[in-house]
């Protein structure tokens, strides 16, 4: 293991002090099995994901070269063991950490008044005299009325205050988007020359969209094809931004972002070698290209079976379907029957 695997960011899992996420509904987890079994199912499992599928920290991980990107180095230093494909594992060694809060967030209490001198008011806080010889729904009435005034409600960012070493750039995703956008760009990293409408369409992006047919030639007169690029397009263009900003510590944030035309992650000694190993060079397949293959190449297969309800004809030797299915995945056939 490397030695940032090994940093000091690494707590024991049998602390019984419960840890804060801001990416978990209810935000704590007292018991570390459910804490783990949640973070799989929420938006920390597509940062992991996203994470693995940045060329950048491949290549670091594959050459041990120093990131000269101040805030890639930092991201690729605390993101941990990224060569592990179990995010179970990742979690329980690193995510557990860097996803936690330093603080618990703020609660209401009551003021003691016998000890009022020695209360620390905070700043971002609001105080009231509440008389409690009124009724609960008129005090309720009155403190609503003093919030709307005051406070910032739905425009709230949360997210400001988080002081997790990796923390949410907003909280106002939806993870299915998320998880959308992370197939289709995969999909694009392992078929480089597939039709971006065919992507939408093995990942049954628009269902309704009926599209497979052995007649190539309407592809370019039905403007249900134009439709479904346009989809797949706005995922795979979104999820790039995704990716570099994840490299950045920064995510969910599929915000346009533009690296400047003459950057170099590795400094200009290793650039060449590094646009080699992911394929910016030569028309053969790379060393990045290779990997992903071997890495993600099955996943993305089961995906595509399970979205098209495949699975289990999938299983049948010799049916006409698992016959057809590598062809129909590299967009060579749209028909599997």
């Given at each position: 293991?490397?030695a940032?695997?090994?940093?000091?960011?690494?707590?024991?899992?049998?602390?019984?002090?419960?840890?804060?996420?801001?990416?978990?509904?209810?935000?704590?987890r007292?018991d570390?099995?459910?804490?783990?079994?949640?973070?799989?199912?929420?938006?920390?499992?597509?940062w992991?994901?996203?994470l693995?599928?940045?060329?950048?920290?491949?290549?670091?991980?594959e050459?041990?070269?120093?990131?000269?990107?101040?805030?890639?180095?930092?991201?690729?230093?605390?993101?941990?063991?990224?060569?592990?494909?179990?995010?179970?594992?990742?979690?329980?060694?690193?995510?557990?950490?860097?996803?936690?809060?330093?603080?618990?967030?703020?609660?209401?209490?009551?003021?003691?008044?016998?000890?009022?001198?020695?209360?620390?008011?905070?700043?971002?806080a609001?105080?009231?005299?509440?008389?409690?010889?009124?009724?609960?729904?008129?005090?309720?009435?009155?403190?609503?009325?003093?919030?709307?005034?005051?406070?910032?409600?739905?425009?709230?960012?949360?997210?400001?205050?988080?002081?997790a070493?990796?923390?949410?750039?907003?909280?106002?995703?939806?993870?299915?988007?998320?998880?959308?956008?992370?197939?289709?760009?995969?999909?694009?990293?392992l078929?480089e020359?597939?039709?971006?409408?065919q992507?939408?369409?093995?990942?049954?992006?628009?269902?309704?969209?009926?599209?497979?047919?052995?007649?190539?030639r309407?592809?370019?007169?039905?403007?249900?094809?134009?439709?479904?690029?346009?989809?797949?397009?706005?995922?795979?263009?979104?999820?790039?931004?995704?990716?570099?900003?994840?490299?950045r510590?920064?995510?969910?944030?599929?915000?346009k972002?533009?690296?400047?035309?003459?950057?170099?992650?590795?400094?200009?000694?290793?650039?060449?070698?590094?646009?080699?190993?992911?394929?910016?060079?030569?028309?053969v397949?790379?060393?990045?290209q290779?990997?992903?293959?071997?890495e993600?190449?099955v996943?993305?297969?089961?995906?595509i079976?399970?979205?098209?309800?495949?699975?289990?004809?999938?299983?049948?030797?010799?049916?006409?379907?698992?016959?057809k299915?590598?062809?129909?995945?590299?967009?060579?056939?749209d028909?599997l029957?």
């Open positions: 293991m490397d940032y695997q090994t940093k000091c960011y690494k707590l024991p899992m049998t602390s019984t002090k419960p840890r804060f996420y801001k990416g978990l509904t209810g935000f704590t007292s570390n099995e459910v804490l783990a079994n949640d973070a799989e199912d929420s938006i920390y499992r597509w992991w994901e996203y693995r599928l940045s060329p950048v920290f491949w290549f670091a991980r050459t041990g070269h120093a990131l000269v990107d101040a805030q890639m180095a930092k991201t690729y230093e605390l993101a941990g063991n990224l060569k592990t494909s179990n995010f179970r594992r990742w979690w329980e060694e690193t995510g557990v950490n860097i996803f936690a809060e330093a603080k618990l967030p703020a609660k209401v209490i009551a003021l003691d008044l016998e000890k009022l001198n020695e209360h620390p008011f905070k700043e971002k609001l105080y009231l005299e509440i008389p409690l010889t009124i009724r609960k729904a008129t005090i309720f009435k009155q403190v609503r009325k003093i919030l709307n005034e005051l406070h910032d409600g739905r425009d709230l960012d949360v997210t400001a205050t988080a002081n070493p990796f923390k949410l750039h907003t909280k106002r995703y939806r993870l299915r988007v998320i998880e959308l956008e992370y197939w289709v760009l995969l999909y694009r990293l078929y020359d597939i039709r971006v409408w992507i939408g369409d093995r990942l049954q992006l628009a269902p309704h969209l009926k599209l497979r047919t052995s007649e190539r309407l592809e370019s007169r039905d403007k249900r094809f134009n439709q479904l690029n346009s989809l797949t397009g706005r995922y795979l263009y979104k999820a790039r931004f995704t990716l570099a900003h994840v490299e510590r920064s995510f969910p944030n599929g915000n972002i533009i690296a400047p035309g003459d950057f170099m992650p590795f400094g200009e000694k290793y650039h060449q070698d590094y646009l080699a190993a992911i394929g910016k060079i030569d028309n397949q790379s060393s990045w290779r990997c992903l293959q071997d993600y190449s996943s993305l297969k089961y995906e079976a399970r979205r098209n309800r495949l699975t289990e004809q999938l299983k049948l030797p010799g049916s006409k379907i698992r016959q299915f590598p062809d129909f995945i590299a967009g060579k056939t028909l029957d």
